[in-house]
């Protein structure tokens, strides 16, 4: 399949504020340094380097166990979520492909919503990909942590155990009927109750071994053609396995392999629906020498077209915008 050029909107969010460790807001940063740009010119995109949306923080309390109050944390994640959704919606309105560069999953309040809102306008539905270990459908009621990179799922699908805190535009933008959540195998009992109860599609990693990932997705793309649906992908990189992608705050044995990893990103760009794209959870401070960052970076570089057989891209002019402040 013959790849068309097109301009892709890089936008970092550089926060863990959503998780329990420190790190990931490094990895926008870690997937530039990876080739992030270079491997999408090289297919012959346009490319757009928005920079990273970030939080002044305060220093840190003199506890090293809490090393900012939960408040804080919530309140840094929801403005993140405004800013970024308010941004998403700018490069979807100019007719770019957004790629949104986490920091922790609870980047996804804001990327989604800005998809929702876009798409709203055109009645056109929302379909949303999670490729993750764990579904992230908690809520500040089931959830063990109270990590809210463990919640954007729910909060994004309606559930009702969010307060008015949480209340904007991200709030039950989603039909949980057109989520598919795959390479599952960490779930809480009250999440799985919720997943089950709400309809989301959960592909958990016994699906994956008895079925194939090409049955699985093949389901799942044909729901997406046949609505006409915009499909936002969420990459999480826990979703692979640790032996190939250890830069993971929570991660967790028996995932996907390169090779399942790749065909699903091979099978996306093929299907001619994907239309925005989150890469979370990188954490460079406990990546092995780039490894996980680079394995992201190639499988991006699958969703926007490499093939192992194909033709030469033509040549396109790169672009970059100065970093937002803030």
Known sequence: ????????????????????????????????????????????????????????????????????????????VLDLAARSSDQG????????????????????????????RHCADSGKP?????????????TPVTSPSGNLHGMPLALLCGEPEFDAEYRGPWLGRIDPKNVAVIGARSIDREERRLLAA???????????????????MRGFLDKVKAAGGHLHVSLDVDAMDPSIAPGGGTLVPGGLSYREAHLIMEMLHDSGTVGSLDVVELNPFLDHGGKSATLLVDLVASLFGRQIMGEEPGPVAFVTEGEIEG
């Not at 997937?31 to 999408?40: P, Q």
């Open 1 to 76: 399949m013959t790849t068309r050029p097109r301009r892709i909107d890089l936008l970092g969010i550089a926060t863990a504020a959503g998780a329990s460790v420190r790190g990931a807001g490094m990895g926008p940063e870690a997937l530039r340094v990876a080739g992030l740009i270079e491997a999408l010119v090289d297919l012959g995109h346009e490319v757009a380097d928005f920079g990273d949306l970030r939080r002044p923080h305060t220093l840190p309390g003199t506890s090293p166990a809490s090393w900012r109050l939960p408040d804080e944390r919530r309140a840094d």
């Open 89 to 116: 919606l700018d490069i979807l309105k100019a007719g770019h492909f957004p790629v949104f560069l986490g920091g922790d999953h609870s980047i996804a309040m804001g990327t989604v919503s800005a998809v929702a």
């Open 126 to 138: 929302v379909f949303v990909l999670w490729i993750d270990a764990h579904a992230d459908f908690n």
């Open 198 to 216: 709400r309809g989301v599609d959960t592909i958990d990693m016994r699906r994956i071994d008895e079925m194939g990932v090409v049955a699985l």
